[in-house]
């Protein structure tokens, strides 16, 4: 099955400066990949995703590439602010077992006013 | 639509009591998830259903956890007899397709003294 790993676990930014989460993943059929974000005591929430056929895809500040040949994606934040504080999880397709979507362990962001 | 809604918010119970969680998915979504979040071990999915069909429960942990959908609007989850390792967040998930945006439920807060 489908094995999603992120890096790093904990980030610390200054306000304004760039934050950049990276994963991989380990089926190559895999196709989706969305990310989403948790505030503290909240929901998961789906703030972008991106679907094989393309290799990057913005959302005014928030922006994520993919590698298909590396089997690497990647969240960039730019211009982060205090609400951008959160936990990021990471996630792709499990094309080998009914296209679920699997989880990553997550990046804690904080960013410093 | 008020989104997917779960009950109770908080549960706390004494190892050994049944725990039954329910979850009322967004109207019209056909796949329901049930996932259970802690910090040791992030977001797993216990089960997926698909069209109120269990299709995939292979990361329920073990005999104890049992969950239902018994038509398009409800499920539950039931653990028989709880223990103090099935305290974490219990997320239900909907969604239109299997890969598509998954839309979370606030969550209910499980604690087995």
């Known amino acids: 099955g489908e094995n999603v790993e992120q890096h790093p676990s904990t980030l610390s930014v200054q306000e304004g400066d760039s934050a950049v989460i990276k994963c991989t993943y380990s089926d190559s059929a895999s196709n989706y990949f969305p990310w989403y974000k948790q505030e503290l005591g909240k929901r998961p929430q789906l703030i972008i995703d991106?679907?094989?056929?393309?290799g990057e895809k913005k959302d005014q500040r928030i922006a994520v590439t993919l590698n298909k040949t590396a089997k690497h994606f990647s969240l960039h934040i730019t211009e982060t602010q205090p609400e951008d504080s959160a936990v990021y999880f990471c996630?792709?397709?499990?094309?080998?077992?009914?296209?679920?979507?699997?989880f990553g362990p997550g990046t804690s962001l904080s960013v410093i006013p | 639509d008020a989104g997917v809604i779960q009950s109770p918010r908080h549960e706390v119970t004494e190892m050994g009591q049944e725990v039954t969680l329910r979850c009322k998915p967004i109207?019209?979504?056909?796949?329901l998830f049930w996932y259970r979040q802690t910090m040791m071990r992030g977001l797993e999915l216990l089960i997926y259903?698909?069209?109120?069909?269990?299709?995939?429960d292979s990361g329920m942990p073990e005999d104890r956890f049992s969950a239902k959908m018994p038509n398009a609007s409800f499920s539950t989850l039931k653990i028989q007899p709880s223990e103090p390792r099935d305290s974490a967040v219990y997320f239900c998930?909907?969604?239109?397709?299997?890969?598509?945006?998954?839309?979370f439920g606030e969550g209910s807060r499980l604690t087995v003294l």
């Open positions: 996630a792709a397709n499990d094309k080998t077992s009914y296209d679920k979507v699997i």
């Open positions: 998930a909907s969604s239109f397709g299997v890969s598509g945006e998954l839309f």
């Open positions: 259903f698909n069209n109120n069909v269990p299709i995939d």
């Open positions: 991106i679907r094989s056929n393309v």
């Open positions: 109207s019209g979504h056909n796949s």
